[in-house]
């Protein structure tokens, strides 16, 4: 991109060479700190500024942000077909996705250590390359068995850049633009889980279930190319020594509780999103007789949410605190809810009835969660890896009980999958308020520990 113009004074000021940012190994340019407090406001650090405005750097975050998203929202549909390919039960067949969340889960926890001690890149890397593993073998699992241990290690690979992005884009852009930043990275993500199902209906219902990983295989691969290419080293200098021992960070970040109040609301929040996609499907299939292409194409309304919402979010974060944001989408996901089982319980049941109140609550999921997101980073200070790592990793064992739960409760419907939602929604704004009354008004950053 073309440099600004400096001024005469700046022109004199020494610069550093920084072409290389690939090289970087202590943030970018190598240096240490975020670039909010590097001086970059007089334009004497130029790679440094136009690594924070580069269009093609924040189409990677959304790339790598977008792969999990991708895997998940194409490979849903496929439940009911892979159910039906093995003869095995709802519960057994829904082990696709709540064994995958827990893999998750718990990948996310080691990827915010690791990040924190050995950098963002080479666990990025990592992690793609392990998605790209399990989703060639969940397209050539024999079994239901290897199937499920696929799809474990392909959303296991898939998680890595939905951990570490949001804490690259606080390494980068520092805490003032962090939710700004991060509500218009999640807005041009949200194009994965709007084409996902769409696309995965279309290969199931055309081709077969195995061709929806097959695809992921594909574009996991390409990506990986990308950002061994493309994406710098930003952890700041010191990340090692501040990261402690590995899992150090964890307990710093528990101990804070403005850190735990977004964590709150984050969690349980992600679990109602997360009961509404393991019930959907079944609905949609086996109750109303509709094709997992027809599903796809009501899907779209869900993610066309989270994008109005986010972009709402990306507008005004700068000008809201975290937590105005983060409450309204708390208040608003719960009324959503709550809307969705008096419909589906007063009148016969219609896919609308579903989809428009899952819609709505992704809208206030998007107005809320960059603002929590960019609060916890925030509240972990020089533990920001970790704080993301432990923020997936509990959401992420929420999110696989209740999806787990939702097939359970298979029998009861849309009554059962609105009740789980309604529940968890109630616990995430019953959460934050709790956790709120700890917390002191301004941010307490564990740094200051």
């Not at 400096?6 to 290389?20: G, I, Q, R, V």
């Not at 605190?321 to 959503?336: R, Y």
């Not at 941010?443 to 520990?449: F, I, K, M, R, T």
Request: glycine share 12%; proline share 6%.
């Amino acid at each position: 991109m073309d440099r600004p113009l400096l001024s005469e004074e700046e022109n004199t000021a020494p610069k550093l060479d920084c072409s290389d940012l690939r090289a970087a190994g202590t943030g970018p340019c190598g240096h240490g700190g975020h670039l909010a407090d590097l001086p970059c406001a007089d334009r004497r650090l130029p790679a440094c500024q136009a690594l924070a405005r580069s269009p093609l750097f924040l189409l990677t975050l959304v790339l790598v942000t977008a792969l999990g998203p991708l895997a998940m929202s194409s490979f849903v549909p496929a439940i009911p077909a892979i159910q039906r390919d093995f003869a095995v039960s709802g519960a057994i067949a829904q082990l696709t996705l709540s064994v995958s969340i827990l893999t998750m889960a718990v990948a996310s926890l080691g990827y915010g250590s690791l990040a924190d001690r050995f950098g963002r890149r080479p666990v990025l890397l990592g992690g793609i390359a392990l998605g790209v593993f399990g989703s060639l073998l969940c397209a050539a699992g024999p079994t239901i068995e290897a199937v499920i241990a696929g799809r474990a290690l392909q959303a296991a690979g898939a998680s890595v850049g939905f951990v570490l992005a949001r804490v690259i884009v606080r390494d980068v852009y520092g805490d003032e633009r962090s939710a700004s930043v991060l509500a218009y990275v999640t807005a041009a993500m949200t194009l994965a889980p709007m084409l996902g199902p769409i696309l995965g209906g279309y290969l199931i219902d055309s081709v077969g279930w195995r061709a929806v990983f097959v695809t992921v295989a594909i574009v996991a691969a390409c990506l990986l190319a990308i950002v061994a290419v493309r994406l710098p080293e930003t952890r700041p200098a010191g990340g090692n020594e501040t990261a402690v021992a590995i899992g150090g960070g964890y307990v710093r970040v528990l101990r804070n509780a403005t850190y735990v109040k977004f964590l709150a609301y984050g969690t349980m929040s992600q679990a109602a999103f997360f009961g509404f996609i393991a019930g959907a499907p079944y609905i949609m299939s086996e109750i109303l007789g509709y094709p997992a292409t027809v599903y796809g194409l009501y899907f779209f309304m869900v993610p066309f949410g989270y994008l109005v919402g986010s972009l709402i979010a990306g507008r005004y974060a700068e000008r809201l605190s975290h937590e105005k944001l983060t409450l309204a989408g708390a208040v608003a996901g719960l009324a959503a809810c709550v809307l969705g089982w008096f419909w589906t319980a007063g009148a016969a049941l219609e896919p609308l009835a579903l989809f428009v109140p899952a819609a709505l609550l992704a809208v206030a999921s998007g107005v809320a969660l960059p603002g929590a997101q960019a609060g916890m980073l925030a509240a972990a200070g020089p533990h920001s890896g970790a704080g993301s790592g432990l923020f997936s990793f509990i959401q992420l064992i929420t999110s696989a009980i209740a999806a787990q739960l939702i097939g359970a409760l298979q029998a009861l419907g849309s009554s059962g999958l609105f009740v789980v939602m309604i529940a968890t929604s109630a616990l995430a704004l019953l959460g934050y308020g709790i956790a709120a009354r700890r917390s002191p008004p301004p941010l307490e950053s564990v740094q200051n520990e």
